[in-house]
T-cell receptor, first 112, second 111 residues
Framework: DTAVSQTPKYLVTQMGNDKSIKCEQN?????MYWYKQDSKKFLKIMFS???????INETVPNRFSPKSPDKAHLNLHINSLELGDSAVYFC???????????FGAGTRLSVL | SQQGEEDPQALSIQEGENATMNCSYK?????LQWYRQNSGRGLVHLIL?????REKHSGRLRVTLDTSKKSSSLLITASRAADTASYFC???????????FGRGTSLIVHP
């Protein structure tokens, strides 16, 4: 009964490939997020969705495209993967932007 | 831009000792939060302290906030080996309520 679940947990792929990371939350929250954590553990917001609508889009390359088919899901699709995309990607959710954030366990992406 | 900066970057102590981690930030905030991240896991929310609060407690955790110095501290009393993790502070400013994280303090508690 994991609250925020991400799949896959690990993803190793070649440069130039297209990959997707899925996120699902069963908390009934309206807001979902994607964060990127680099090798120095610096965690940075990428996107935020509220009720399936994009509300935050930080300076992320347009190779990254979030997709929210419904309130419980926010998937992250990445085109033409680059070495610098290697990081741990965290999905999170909250009831609304002012409430506590609940994080998934992360997806470790390694681009070779 | 990065908001919170934790200090120290790494801390190694013996079980039973207290651990203190500090966080400094640059601009006015709505609230400040502390999170824990165990190795290979997601972040777990520990405590939220609002800008009009000075101190909060939760079990063995004590958080202080000094808005005049733009700093916060997290104290873990009577540490346990299970407290070994990275601890992050995150601040929320303005109307976005998107937490901006520091780079974290890596805490190792030796049994």
């Amino acid at each position: 009964d994991t609250a925020v679940s991400q799949t896959p947990k690990y993803l190793v792929t070649q440069m130039g490939n297209d990959k997707s990371i899925k996120c699902e939350q069963n908390l009934g929250h309206d807001t979902m997020y994607w964060y990127k954590q680099d090798s120095k553990k610096f965690l940075k917001i990428m996107f935020s969705y509220n009720n399936k609508e994009l509300i935050i889009n930080e300076t992320v390359p347009n190779r990254f495209s979030p997709k929210s088919p419904d309130k419980a899901h926010l998937n992250l699709h990445i085109n033409s993967l680059e070495l610098g995309d290697s990081a741990v990607y965290f999905c999170a959710s909250s009831q609304d932007p002012r409430e506590d954030k609940y994080f998934g366990a992360g997806t470790r992406l390694s681009v070779l | 831009s990065q908001q919170g900066e934790e200090d120290p970057q790494a801390l190694s102590i013996q079980e039973g000792e207290n651990a203190t981690m500090n966080c400094s930030y640059k601009t006015s905030i709505n609230n400040l939060q502390w999170y824990r991240q165990n190795s290979g896991r997601g972040l777990v929310h520990l405590i939220l302290i609002r800008s009009n609060e000075r101190e909060k407690h939760s079990g063995r955790l004590r958080v202080t906030l000094d808005t005049s110095k733009k700093s916060s501290s997290l104290l873990i009393t009577a540490s346990r080996a299970a407290d070994t993790a990275s601890y992050f502070c995150a601040t929320e400013s303005g109307g976005s309520y998107i937490p901006t994280f520091g780079r974290g303090t890596s805490l190792i508690v030796h049994p």
